[in-house]
């Protein structure tokens, strides 16, 4: 268990639909990472938050949107969802010094449908 | 920005040879280098890392190499199991806290075979 929470483990949704994921950092990791990983592909970096504040945008569609609450947990917003954003989202923490040092979510698998 | 090859982009192996995966990355100022393994429908986990005023770094059957000439480091796993089946992905940071700095190469898919 890498202490890092997501939620939901599953998700299928319909075309057009918004879906919101859920993830709770390592206690003390005030880093946020959100990727995506289509079948077979690598890590897709979406975007950063640390301590609240966004740091950091990669590929992220417009139709995402992402942010970091005050007790640290981060949601990432899916709107106007189409069939190729079907992949697993993971979300990961990093501890304080070692940014690069990701611990991931066990993922949320989004079929849209 | 970093940018990290990674090679090959698969890898099959008889279970007890060694497997080599190579990285290479652009900016002079990354200064660590994670190894992550993502086993099939898992999440990708730390399994080795080295800071760039190490060379090596050993850890029972891997080993990570680092060459900051000529900014490239390598992943060695010996005596392969089939559970080593999985998987690799590199990467380089430049250790900023707060920013993204991390930079994950395309990944090798290595296969121990039985």
């Known amino acids: 268990d890498s202490g890092v929470t997501q939620t939901p483990k599953h998700l299928i949704t319909a075309t057009g639909q918004r879906v919101t994921l859920r993830c709770s950092p390592r206690?003390?990791?005030?880093?946020v990472y959100w990727y995506q990983q289509s079948l077979d592909q690598g890590l897709q970096f979406l975007i950063q938050?640390?301590?609240?504040?966004?740091?950091a945008k990669g590929n992220i569609l417009e139709r995402f949107s992402a942010q970091q609450f005050p007790d640290l947990h981060s949601e990432l917003n899916l709107s106007s969802l189409e069939l190729g954003d079907s992949a697993l989202y993971f979300c990961?923490?990093?501890?304080?010094?070692?940014?690069?040092?990701?611990?991931f979510g066990s993922g949320t698998q989004l079929s849209v449908l | 920005g970093e940018n990290v090859e990674q090679h090959p982009s698969t890898l099959s192996v008889q279970e007890g040879d060694s497997a080599v995966i190579k990285c290479t990355y652009s900016?002079?100022?990354?200064?660590?280098f994670p190894w992550y393994k993502q086993e099939l429908g898992k999440r990708p986990q730390l399994i080795i890392d080295?800071?760039?005023?190490?060379g090596e770094k050993k850890d029972q059957r891997i080993a990570v190499t680092l060459n900051k000439t000529a900014k490239h480091f390598s992943l060695h796993i010996t005596e392969t199991q089939p559970e080593d089946s999985a998987v690799y992905f590199c990467?380089?940071?430049?250790?900023?806290?707060?920013?993204?700095?991390?930079?994950f190469g395309t990944g090798t898919r290595l296969t121990v075979i039985p």
């Open positions: 206690s003390g990791d005030l880093s």
């Open positions: 990467a380089a940071s430049t250790g900023e806290t707060g920013a993204n700095n991390l930079f």
């Open positions: 900016d002079s100022a990354s200064n660590y």
């Open positions: 080295i800071r760039s005023n190490v």
């Open positions: 990961a923490s990093s501890p304080e010094g070692v940014p690069g040092k990701l611990f």
């Open positions: 938050y640390y301590n609240g504040e966004e740091r």
